[in-house]
């Protein structure tokens, strides 16, 4: 069945940078476009980004343009978002998911 594992959220200070993963399986990983999304304590879940299944496109949420960088290894079947001059406002827990799931999110704390 699909699996979507996210890994390395953690705490990290205003203005630093992290890096999180989502470990996939059960799915043809390279054909799958692919999207991060979060979620904020007492809010709505906010898309993040998400990347075509080459590569070769990358969308990002205004909040996010030019700090954060989304990137997939095919080979590993691996999605990364780079998080860098994050804010607070970015505390949540993080999810990646294709088409048809989600996993069961890592959570970012940015906080001094």
């Known amino acids: 069945q699909v699996q979507l594992v996210e890994s390395g959220g953690g705490l990290v200070q205003p203005g630093g940078s992290l890096r999180i993963s989502c470990e996939t399986s059960g799915f043809t990983f390279r054909n799958a476009y692919m999207t991060w999304v979060r979620q904020a304590p007492g809010q709505g879940e906010e898309w993040v980004s998400s990347?075509?299944?080459?590569?070769?496109?990358?969308w990002y949420a205004d909040s996010v343009k030019g700090r954060f960088t989304i990137c997939r290894d095919n080979a590993k079947n691996m999605l990364y978002l780079q998080m860098n001059s994050m804010k607070p406002e970015g505390t949540a827990v993080y999810y990646c998911?294709?088409?048809?799931?989600r996993g069961q999110g890592t959570p970012v704390t940015v906080s001094s």
């Open positions: 998911a294709n088409d048809a799931a």
């Open positions: 990347i075509s299944n080459d590569g070769s496109s990358r």
